[in-house]
């Protein structure tokens, strides 16, 4: 496994009447060729803004205050600006497929044109490419297909298509904001598959943003939990599902009804999460927690590496039951 | 069970196009029957376009029903509800910013339905509005909030508060913690649970998260394109689904212990258009093991406490034995 993608220090920043906030960061990411990161959190976490930052491609008003990206290029690692990255080395799926589609063109033709971008073959040539990246995404019947406008087609079917414009931009990175959240649970099955797949097959790595934990665990091979725009524990899946450290992690774990259990009381966390310009000066999530005390309070925690691969960002996650 | 609520052979047809003399009609429910016990809660679950919001509107009375009754202690209510029959059945939406009023208090939006359906004598109106307050467990300065200066979740009981109200006899829940994140989900649950077991609520609880249907629901009816496709006891269903559909459901929700590979089912294809004229069963395009009949016949809900709507159903062993619900044994094709 190389590494494929490096960010650091990433920064949103929100001027809001005067006074300059930062709903998100600073924020450290990596990625390894073949691998899927996934970052969890609630509404207003941060988690969305931080992928599109990635990119440069935040709302208005918000601005990326700091942060560089490192990508792969010959085998080393190279700072690039977002501009020089998306649409190429690295594509953004977002959770409305429709809105990423125009819908005043064919989606072969779509696609098409994006081969040509990138490669300067000839309209024919493109054309059948195109079909070809429908059929290598799972949409049946690609040749008929190709001719239909977005408006004819479905959630599932569309959310492919958008994966194959990513496949036409020979992209390596696949920036996943919520792509199934819009879609049926039996679909979703179906789009998680086709993910997994192009990251098993192509070496393709994918940063995977989602609020749903049990999805998260089906497919990342290492996560971020993210709460107030900060990540608070970040670590291989497996090892965080089994053993969360943190406060907040743990909390959240406590929250969700799995499918497997029919009883055992779920566990609300105590009041909401603060918004950017109320972010407590310590922990941010020490006013909603069970452990914290005046330390937690009064200083920030930074993340520390545990051993197993964990980094959590506590005074308490050594102490805690 | 003894029927408290029943629901007979409800369909409902919209019309969404085409000529007068070819109009192009939806159906969206299609002979749907079910009962549902006092003091207990019946989950519907399914996915997008398989009718259970329609379900919900009509059975709170916001949609009539094209054909089919439903009737609650052994009376049907009529196509047009009167005042009366419309407080005993009554809904909790699935996002409460847009259900409440943003522009009237709490106390303003529970007085004004206190006083129309007389509930209580004036002078106790403040009274009762405080007390419904304690039964959603909000603070008593939630009275004089309006809907944006409270959270989703404080919306949202607001909005069970303001279906209580009414005393209703089955409260119908669609969604309602779908707009919520999974902390404070977890809070709305476990009110409704207090609700059921303190006053005794029947509900109806519509869903697409089958993890959060497991947990609340006694009963529960999978819902597929408009039909009833299996229904029975919740961890009955839920553990040794027959129909085919319901497996698939089961093998597709994400969970935190991830099923070996060997046992991930996928479903090919999408569900078809519910404006598509269908023979036979709806299922079989997706189906793994449809058969001659399933292209002819659509397959009639059928059984005793665990009903199931499928020519080829799978069997179970008779005992708890849970190793028998990964078989693969393919019958008929």
Redesign the interface.
Known sequence: MTRILNIENLRVDLAARGKLVSPVGPVDLFLDSGECLGIVG??GSGKSLTLKAILDLLPDGLSRGTGTQQVVEGGILVERAPRDLRGRKISLISQEPGTALDPLMRVGDLIAEIVREHSGCSRAESQSRAVELLRRVGV?DPENRAKFWPHEM?G??KQRVVISMALACESEILLCDEPTTAL???????I??LLRELQRLEGLGILFVT?????V??IANRICVMYAGLIVESGPSAEI?ANPKHPYTR???A?????????G?????EG?PPGPAEFPPGCRFAPRCPLADGQCLSKRPMLEALGTGVRVACFKSEKGP | MSAWLQVRDLSVDFRVGGSSRSPLVLRALRSVSFDVAKGTVFGIVG??GCGKSTLARVLSGLTAPTGGSVSLEGVAFGSVRAPTERRRIQMVFQDPGSSLNPAMTTRRMLSQLLNYHRIVPKELVEQRCRELMAHVHMPVEALDKKPGGL?GGQRQRIAIARALALEPDILVADEPTAAL???????V??LLATLIRELGMTMVFIS?????V??VCDHVAVMYLGRIVESGE??EV?LRPQHPYTN???????????LPASEYQ??K???PSPLAQIDGCAFRNRCPKSGASCATDIPALTGTSHLVACHYPKAHPPSGDTAGVQDRNILGG
Not at chain 1, 255 to 263: M, R, V, Y
């Open positions: 609630e509404s049946p479905s599932g079917l049926d649970v039996t679909i979703q099955a179906q998680v598959d609020h749903d934990l049990a999805l665990r089906q599902f909390a959240l774990l929250a969700l009804p799995d499918i497997e259990a029919s009883t009381d779920l566990m609300p966390i909401t | 996915e997008s959270s994140d999974v902390s404070v989900q977890a809070s649950l476990r697409h998260d089958m993890a959060v497991r947990r919740t961890e839920f698939a459901l089961m093998a597709a929700v994400p969970r935190l212990h991830p996928m479903l294809a999408e569900q």
